[in-house]
Structures are given as structure tokens and as C-alpha cells.
């Protein structure tokens, strides 16, 4: 029974550690360049039709070929809800 609270403490020690390092090299990704790819037109802007005809505009990114990064919508709403709040 101990072995398996030791390899479990050992898990958990090795476990922590990297998820934090994940989530703060997300966060520097966030602050560094609050705009990525989008998912969907991956980039282009522009999309095709089932027939391919023609191509149109992205609807998720409105043409532009770029969306925020949902780390940095999060922080946005954050700090919206701080400023609503503090006023």
C-alpha cells in the first residue's frame, strides 16, 4: 500500500511542475502574440463552397485570417469583469 502512495507522490511530483511550465509558456505565447491562425480557413481568410465554385469569406475571422487566442479572450474577460467591478 505504501508503494503505491510513493509512486503516486512521485507522479504528482513530476506532474505539478510541468503543467505550470505549460501553462506559463502559454501565457507568454498570449502576451507575445494575442493573435493566431484561424482554425478554419487556417489562415487564407477565405473559404470554399461545397461545390467549389467559388471561394468566400471566413465566417469565424471575418476575412482576416486571424482570431485571438482563447487564453487571451480569457484574460480580456478577466479583466473586464476587474474593471466592471472596481469602478
Not at 491562425?37 to 465566417?59: F, I, K, S, W
Request: include cysteine; charge should be positive.
Amino acid at each position: 500500500m505504501e508503494d503505491v502512495v510513493d509512486s503516486l507522490a512521485a507522479l504528482a511530483g513530476l506532474l505539478c511542475p510541468l503543467a505550470a511550465a505549460v501553462t506559463l509558456g502559454y501565457t507568454a505565447v498570449c502576451a507575445a502574440s494575442p493573435f493566431g491562425t484561424c482554425r478554419h480557413c487556417h489562415g487564407l481568410g477565405r473559404t470554399g463552397t461545397r461545390r467549389g465554385l467559388h471561394a468566400r469569406a471566413c465566417r469565424r475571422c471575418d476575412g482576416t485570417g486571424i482570431r485571438i487566442r482563447r487564453g487571451r479572450h480569457l484574460y480580456h474577460l478577466i479583466a473586464r469583469i476587474h474593471r466592471d467591478g472596481t469602478r
